[in-house]
């Protein structure tokens, strides 16, 4: 089973073209925007949902803030966000798994994954398997890791942004097709999971990539292995967890936007062309490169077709970890 989306973002990157109509001169800017991010404050998506926020005043909005509601893999903000009002004041920035991998791994969700309303992509990045200190530094690549990870299963251990989130299947997958009893350990968020790491109190995490290079840099964590079809473009000397071996696993992960269900077309589109406006200023775009992300704006039709393509591919995934709903 290959769980590759290249061909598929491929697909979505052409259809940039077809964005929003202009933001509408005569649109009259709401008082006040929320965007709620489900993650603890200083990681990827906190600084998109941030940079967003800055951009989005005083066009769409006459004041932007973050909200951080963190817990459940992003589900305590997705649920906030369905409760709101659907005018534009709250909106939703999320990975995909609270809207399409949790159906498969929860018994019972607090919302309606596809209540929400698509508005569009924000980011792309490649996710990562980092380790510290715990680890050898004779450990230096993916296949060094699985075999480490087989000589002392009580430390065989990966931390990620939470129960349930892509970091967490991806770092299952990694366990089960490179035949390791790979245990994981839930955080609220990526930031946390990492100060763990370099503590010494876990071995492994699995996040985005940008979660991780200050670090890197620091010379307190040592990336293996990077997600996507092939070596990021920020990243060309680290291998893909697929050339090295688990050939079947490729994933590029993405935030977008969402607005609470039954938002009218207008409020999408204007909001839709403020966030196009947004991730084309060139500090928006040097700012996420620095955090190892690239922008991803979509149309909010391609935004859907997006996140029906996610749901086919955890459908596959959750099957290879062999995952039990909770």
Not at 240 to 261: C, H, K, N, S, V
């Amino acid at each position: 089973m290959t769980l590759d989306r290249r061909q598929f973002l491929q697909g979505s990157a052409a259809a940039l073209a077809f964005g929003a109509a202009a933001f509408p001169a005569a649109a009259q800017a709401i008082e006040t925007a929320k965007v709620v991010v489900g993650f603890a404050p200083g990681g990827t998506i906190d600084l998109v949902g941030r940079r967003l926020a800055d951009k989005l005043q005083p066009g769409f909005a006459k004041v932007a803030i973050v909200e951080n509601k963190s817990g459940a893999g992003g589900q305590i903000a997705a649920q906030a966000v369905k409760m709101a009002a659907p005018d534009g004041g709250t909106l939703l920035i999320t990975p995909t798994s609270p809207l399409s991998l949790h159906q498969y791994t929860y018994r019972k969700l607090p919302y309606d994954p596809v209540d929400f309303t698509p508005v569009s992509g924000a980011a792309s990045f490649d996710y990562a398997l980092a380790v510290g200190p715990m680890v050898p530094a004779s450990v230096k690549t993916l296949p060094d890791f699985i075999a480490w990870c087989k000589a002392h299963p009580n430390e065989a251990n990966f931390g990620s942004a939470g129960q349930g989130s892509a970091a967490h299947f991806i770092g299952g997958a990694i366990g089960r097709l490179g035949q390791a009893d790979l245990r994981h350990v839930a955080f609220r968020g990526t930031p946390p999971a990492v100060a763990d790491m370099i503590g010494g109190q876990i071995a492994a995490v699995v996040g985005p990539t940008g979660e991780f290079m200050s670090h890197v840099k620091a010379g307190k964590v040592r990336l293996l292995a990077t997600s996507g079809p092939k070596r990021g473009k920020f990243t060309p000397e680290v291998p893909t967890i697929a050339e090295q071996g688990i050939r079947d696993l490729a994933y590029m992960g993405w935030y977008g936007i969402f607005l609470p269900p039954k938002a009218s077309p207008e409020v999408v589109q204007r909001l839709n062309a403020g966030i196009r406006t947004a991730l084309a200023a060139p500090d928006v775009v040097e700012s996420l490169a620095a955090a190892y992300m690239e922008p991803m704006h979509t149309p909010a039709p391609q935004l859907a077709a997006m996140l029906k393509a996610e749901n086919e591919f955890w459908a596959g995934l959750v099957k290879v970890v062999g995952f039990t709903p909770v």
